[in-house]
């Protein structure tokens, strides 16, 4: 995975002002180790609550969970939502309309703790977690 820039640049010669020359210049941006994981986290912390956003919604309007993606929703986002439970009343009635706090309040945590784990493994990194190297050439 590499950013890459060009820039091209034509530059006057000074001998002969009707001629030019062009300057290649090609800059390209690898990202570190530390960079690659935290975007990894953030893609696996983007999916998670893209999926908890699906079962907050289901939920609102009331799924049916005999459907079988609503079924498939509620039961692959189960285990996400289930440690926070606890936190208010509880109500496993399915099919019925409802505003699931506990949803929300599991999307605000994981992105919470994606942005914590991302911080964590570029920490000390300058540039941005980016490593550069600059060519140019005269054509």
Do not use: C, K
Request: proline fraction near 4%; avoid cysteine.
């Amino acid at each position: 995975m590499v950013d890459r820039i060009e820039h091209i640049e034509e530059v006057e010669t000074p001998t002969n002002m009707a001629s030019t020359s062009a300057v290649h210049e090609v800059t390209t941006a690898t990202p570190t180790l530390s960079t690659l994981v935290a975007r990894v986290i953030w893609y696996v912390a983007g999916v998670l609550v893209a999926l908890l956003i699906v079962r907050f919604m289901l939920a609102l309007l009331g799924a049916n969970p005999g459907n079988g993606f609503a079924n498939f929703i509620y039961s692959v986002s189960h285990p996400f939502v289930a440690p926070f439970f606890g936190l208010f009343s509880y109500d496993q009635r399915l099919g019925v309309g409802r505003f699931e706090i506990y949803t929300l309040i599991a999307m605000v945590v994981y992105a919470l703790v994606a942005w914590a784990l991302a911080r964590l493994v570029t920490i000390g990194q300058s540039d941005r977690g980016t490593h550069y190297t600059h060519h140019a050439t005269r054509a």
